[in-house]
């Protein structure tokens, strides 16, 4: 019966390391998940803006020259006051 007793208390200690060794897997490949998106994000706001600004610069030079001689003065004048 002692006998018994040590081989299922044994079989459960080694599940129980088993469980701590996913758990602490798992564990790792969330926080690499959570590393990888959070890099991602940093990476492609930048990108984005920058995308955003060209094609607003294309409007901005699409347009008729007035508008545009109008618009490069205001520039002009935004610049001079920073």
Known sequence: MVRSTKV???CVVAALRSARAELAHINRVTTMGELTASLAHEVNQPIAA?????EA?????TGDAQRLRCQVGLLIQLFKIL
Request: with cysteine; charged share 10%.
């Open 50 to 54: 920058a995308a955003t600004n060209a």
């Open 57 to 61: 610069c294309l409007r901005w030079l």
């Open 8 to 10: 299922i208390l044994w």
